[in-house]
């Protein structure tokens, strides 16, 4: 597509990684001469992302999300394909490239320990040359929106964790970008915490127009803030599209809820069963069978016929258990 | 103009930073002393015994102390702190956060040369001028304004020398986040707050030309100890020049390999 903001193609990334025995012997010949193993954090990824845009990017740990984000950030140079964000290519790291775009870390920290926040904020104001006024206005209205005017004059070692996660998403926004990358932006916060980011996140995609990549374990950030989603695992794409559509193309079972009329020779229904089918609830009440995707309309219909079914319905497996399954079998 | 206006920014942030802990201020009080008065006893010791050591007599080595604290200073100031910040177990390399730092639109080694200062380097800069200034009013000769252009010339030289040393060192935190080269080479520079010519000949050559931190002191002195020719001042900045431009390289080619390797 011509007009994508963010357009991937085969990007690819792999490390030489340091390799020895555990010991002291190990250590000392290691000294000597190391031993390289090649991994392979990125392979051959491709991708479009619309001006706008807010998508979520997810997959088990060191399934190379962080990579990918630094890579388009232009903090890595990848070891093969392209990538294109608003005509800049992202590891020559031209100043007006790296103007237009912003990370949040949740891991790390861009504000100056032992001062207050807004004093960090002066100094990124004068690394992207703003303009005071506008410096200003971006300052007031982001303190503003996060209710953080308190905070402002505290030293950040002194802040909380979620109190220094509003200063860094301040920092990142201070001059307005319009490409955000969010590596796990509300790790280790409280559920309230996270709700009210998540709400900030939200409007500031709405109100700035930026487009934004999230990556983020928390399943809640993800189903409320991005209608798409592109599933990476070991480096390669294993989905990309709306996040409602994810269970129907990838989860490889269906979930049947039953209710059995007890009164009318239920008692051996588990006997009755299909092969292939999992019992997560035996209540008979509310029997809930795990089923292969592929045979789904055959077990209904043979449960239909062979026990005495009061009600039955096929439903979705919940997102959170797809994509426990998808990141234990490590390939769809 | 926007380079200077962000010097100002991390100088009043790196003051702020700097108020933040009292007791720091008193201990580098005490370290400031210590190194000052330690540099002028052991000169009054050897002095007190002898008139003139390979022809340095003790203005002219008062003259080299002088430099060297001034230098000193000036490393303490600002190149010093700013390119600590790279290296060790709590460096940004180490800790990640040089990720930070490669994301701003700015030139990154100006960055992390620039970026944090230590204001009270200004204590030990005037110490530094002040047995500067002793030392000039015992020289046997009025200086001329040869002699102290000379001077100017030699110190900008020796500064950028110690610049490049330590942005070279700083570099290698690329190649071993744990790597502490900064750590040797002071060790090294404090051989220079005496005159090089105090030294066994193979290690004058050493300290001039392979870890020149006698060139860094003992030739901006003795442009005003005793003149220094065109010819050797001339091969000071282009020696200093070429110094920078490696350790630039160094730098450059480190970047490249962090950009290649980290996670």
Same mark, same amino acid.
């Given at each position: 597509?011509?007009?994508?903001?963010?357009?991937?193609?085969?990007?690819?990334?792999?490390?030489?990684?340091?390799?020895?025995?555990?010991?002291? /012997?190990?250590?000392?010949?290691?000294?000597?001469?190391?031993?390289?193993?090649?991994?392979?954090?990125?392979?051959?990824?491709?991708?479009?992302?619309?001006?706008?845009?807010?998508?979520?990017?997810? /997959?088990?740990?060191?399934?190379?999300?962080?990579?990918?984000?630094?890579?388009?950030?232009?903090?890595?140079?990848?070891?093969? /394909?392209?990538?294109?964000?608003?005509?800049?290519?992202?590891?020559?790291?031209?100043?007006?490239?790296?103007?237009?775009?912003?990370?949040?870390?949740?891991?790390?920290?861009?504000?100056?320990?032992?001062?207050?926040?807004? &004093?960090?904020?002066?100094?990124?104001?004068?690394?992207?040359?703003?303009?005071?006024?506008?410096?200003?206005?971006?300052?007031?209205?982001?303190?503003?929106?996060?209710?953080?005017?308190?905070?402002?004059?505290?030293?950040?070692?002194?802040?909380?964790? /979620?109190?220094?996660?509003?200063?860094?998403?301040?920092? *990142?926004?201070? !001059?307005?970008?319009?490409?955000?990358?969010?590596?796990?932006?509300?790790?280790?916060?409280?559920?309230?915490?996270?709700?009210?980011?998540?709400?900030?996140?939200?409007?500031?995609?709405?109100?700035?127009?930026?487009?934004?990549?999230?990556?983020? !374990?928390?399943?809640?950030?993800?189903?409320?803030?991005?209608?798409?989603?592109?599933?990476?695992?070991?480096?390669?794409?294993?989905?990309?599209?709306?996040?409602?559509?994810?269970?129907?193309?990838?989860?490889?079972?269906?979930?049947?809820?039953?209710?059995?009329?007890? &009164?009318?020779?239920?008692?051996?229904?588990?006997?009755?069963?299909?092969?292939?089918?999992?019992?997560?609830?035996?209540?008979?009440?509310?029997?809930?069978?795990?089923?292969?995707?592929?045979?789904?309309?055959?077990?209904? *219909?043979?449960?239909?016929?062979?026990?005495?079914?009061?009600?039955?319905?096929?439903?979705?497996?919940?997102?959170?258990?797809?994509?426990?399954?998808?990141?234990?079998?490590?390939?769809? | 103009?926007?380079?200077?206006? #962000?010097?100002?920014?991390?100088?009043?942030?790196?003051?702020?930073?700097?108020?933040?802990?009292?007791?720091?201020?008193?201990?580098?009080?005490?370290?400031?002393? #210590?190194?000052?008065?330690?540099?002028?006893?052991?000169?009054?010791?050897?002095?007190?015994?002898?008139?003139?050591?390979?022809?340095?007599?003790?203005?002219?080595?008062?003259?080299? #102390?002088?430099?060297?604290?001034?230098?000193?200073?000036?490393?303490?100031?600002?190149?010093?702190?700013?390119?600590?910040?790279?290296?060790?177990?709590?460096?940004?390399?180490?800790?990640?956060?040089?990720?930070?730092?490669?994301?701003?639109?700015?030139?990154?080694?100006?960055?992390?040369?620039?970026?944090?200062?230590?204001?009270?380097?200004?204590?030990?800069?005037?110490?530094?001028?002040?047995?500067?200034?002793?030392?000039?009013?015992?020289?046997?000769?009025?200086?001329?304004?040869?002699?102290?252009?000379?001077?100017?010339?030699?110190?900008?030289?020796?500064?950028?020398?110690?610049?490049?040393?330590?942005?070279?060192?700083?570099?290698?935190?690329?190649?071993?986040?744990?790597?502490?080269?900064?750590?040797?080479?002071?060790?090294?520079?404090?051989?220079?707050?005496?005159?090089?010519?105090?030294?066994?000949?193979?290690?004058?050559?050493?300290?001039?030309?392979?870890?020149?931190?006698?060139?860094?002191?003992?030739?901006?002195?003795?442009?005003?100890?005793?003149?220094?020719?065109?010819?050797?001042?001339?091969?000071?900045?282009?020696?200093?020049?070429?110094?920078?431009?490696?350790?630039?390289?160094?730098?450059?080619?480190?970047?490249?390999?962090?950009?290649?390797?980290?996670?």
């Amino acid at each position: 597509m011509n007009n994508a903001h963010i357009e991937v193609q085969n990007l690819s990334k792999t490390y030489r990684v340091p390799q020895r025995q555990s010991g002291l /012997g190990a250590a000392l010949r290691s000294l000597a001469r190391r031993e390289y193993t090649e991994v392979t954090a990125v392979s051959h990824l491709s991708f479009t992302i619309q001006p706008g845009e807010m998508v979520g990017f997810i /997959g088990p740990n060191g399934a190379g999300k962080t990579t990918t984000l630094k890579m388009l950030a232009g903090l890595l140079h990848p070891t093969g /394909g392209t990538a294109v964000i608003d005509g800049y290519i992202p590891w020559e790291r031209q100043p007006d490239y790296l103007r237009r775009i912003s990370m949040v870390l949740g891991n790390k920290s861009q504000m100056l320990w032992d001062i207050p926040p807004l &004093d960090t904020f002066h100094v990124l104001g004068e690394i992207y040359g703003l303009d005071k006024t506008a410096w200003q206005q971006t300052v007031d209205e982001l303190t503003a929106v996060l209710q953080m005017e308190d905070l402002l004059t505290k030293p950040v070692r002194n802040l909380s964790l /979620g109190e220094r996660m509003k200063c860094e998403l301040v920092a *990142a926004l201070l !001059h307005r970008p319009s490409v955000l990358f969010l590596d796990e932006p509300t790790l280790g916060l409280d559920v309230s915490m996270q709700r009210r980011l998540r709400q900030f996140i939200a409007d500031t995609n709405r109100r700035t127009g930026a487009t934004m990549i999230l990556t983020s !374990h928390y399943m809640a950030d993800v189903a409320e803030l991005c209608p798409r989603v592109i599933l990476i695992h070991h480096g390669r794409l294993l989905y990309d599209g709306l996040l409602g559509q994810l269970s129907d193309q990838l989860a490889p079972f269906k979930l049947i809820r039953l209710t059995l009329d007890r &009164d009318n020779g239920s008692a051996d229904w588990r006997e009755r069963l299909p092969e292939g089918t999992a019992v997560l609830n035996p209540d008979p009440a509310n029997l809930t069978l795990r089923v292969p995707r592929r045979e789904t309309s055959a077990i209904t *219909a043979y449960l239909l016929n062979t026990l005495p079914v009061v009600d039955l319905s096929v439903e979705n497996p919940p997102l959170e258990a797809v994509i426990d399954q998808i990141y234990q079998e490590a390939a769809v | 103009m926007m380079h200077l206006r #962000l010097i100002r920014a991390f100088i009043s942030a790196s003051a702020q930073e700097e108020a933040a802990y009292r007791a720091n201020f008193y201990i580098s009080l005490l370290h400031s002393l #210590l190194n000052f008065a330690t540099g002028l006893l052991g000169l009054g010791i050897i002095y007190g015994q002898v008139q003139t050591i390979q022809g340095w007599d003790y203005a002219s080595a008062l003259a080299v #102390l002088g430099v060297y604290l001034t230098v000193s200073a000036l490393r303490g100031l600002m190149m010093g702190p700013s390119l600590d910040a790279l290296a060790g177990m709590d460096g940004e390399v180490w800790r990640g956060a040089f990720d930070f730092t490669l994301l701003r639109p700015v030139r990154t080694q100006f960055l992390v040369s620039v970026r944090k200062w230590r204001l009270f380097a200004l204590f030990d800069l005037l110490l530094g001028l002040l047995v500067l200034g002793t030392a000039v009013t015992r020289l046997n000769h009025t200086l001329s304004l040869y002699h102290i252009a000379a001077f100017l010339l030699a110190l900008a030289a020796g500064l950028l020398a110690l610049y490049a040393i330590l942005l070279a060192a700083a570099s290698l935190v690329f190649w071993d986040p744990g790597l502490m080269v900064g750590w040797v080479f002071d060790s090294v520079f404090q051989m220079a707050r005496y005159p090089v010519g105090l030294y066994p000949g193979w290690l004058r050559l050493v300290l001039t030309w392979i870890i020149p931190v006698g060139f860094i002191t003992s030739i901006p002195a003795a442009a005003l100890s005793e003149g220094l020719s065109w010819e050797l001042l001339g091969v000071s900045l282009a020696f200093a020049l070429v110094l920078a431009a490696g350790a630039s390289w160094l730098f450059r080619a480190g970047l490249r390999r962090y950009a290649s390797a980290s996670s």
